[in-house]
């Protein structure tokens, strides 16, 4: 879902990024959307 991160501002990108590591990188950089165990 690339989309969302174009639309988030950079503060609450961070915020997300901080408290969802990589599973939220994967699935922001990911169209398998794989889980990031």
Do not use: Q, V, W, Y
Request: charge should be neutral.
């Amino acid at each position: 879902d690339k989309g969302i991160m174009i639309t988030k501002t950079k503060r609450g990108l961070e915020s997300e990024l901080f408290h969802n590591n990589a599973f939220f990188a994967l699935n922001c950089h990911s169209d398998t959307h794989i889980p990031a165990i």
